[in-house]
């Protein structure tokens, strides 16, 4: 299941982005699907999920509130559209596919190649 992101890119605090992730193959529809972001000397942290079974979010603290994930089947993409962002917004952010929300970020099989956001004031 290839997974591609994009939409990534520098906006000011306070603009908003859209990012897309485009899980490819047959049988995508039965993963879940995640937003993880990485910024410069930190983990990698999950933000958002979407479940596959029946496409209710779930959202990290510190994007809720702001940041909405959804799901399009017939353009086969999940988004993830990004409002009051914020400089400790920076990151990389990663498009994840995998069995379920909260599935251990280190068995995690599906990953994409990241895209750069930065948020600048």
């Known amino acids: 299941v290839p997974v591609v992101e994009s939409g990534g890119g520098l906006v000011q605090t306070g603009g908003f982005l859209r990012l897309s992730c485009a899980p490819s193959?047959?049988?995508?529809?039965?993963?879940?699907i995640g937003w993880f972001r990485q910024a410069p000397g930190k983990e990698r942290e999950g933000i958002s999920c979407?479940?596959?079974?029946?496409?209710?979010?779930t959202y990290a603290d510190s994007v809720k509130g702001r940041f909405t994930i959804s799901r399009d089947n017939a353009k086969n993409s999940v988004y993830l559209q990004m409002t009051s962002l914020k400089s400790e917004d920076t990151a990389v952010y990663y498009c994840?596919?995998?069995?379920?929300?909260?599935?251990?970020?280190?068995?995690?099989?599906?990953w994409g190649q990241g895209t750069q956001v930065t948020v600048s004031s």
């Open positions: 994840a596919a995998y069995p379920r929300c909260n599935y251990p970020l280190s068995l995690i099989p599906y």
């Open positions: 193959g047959r049988t995508w529809s039965i993963y879940s």
């Open positions: 979407i479940k596959s079974e029946d496409d209710s979010p």
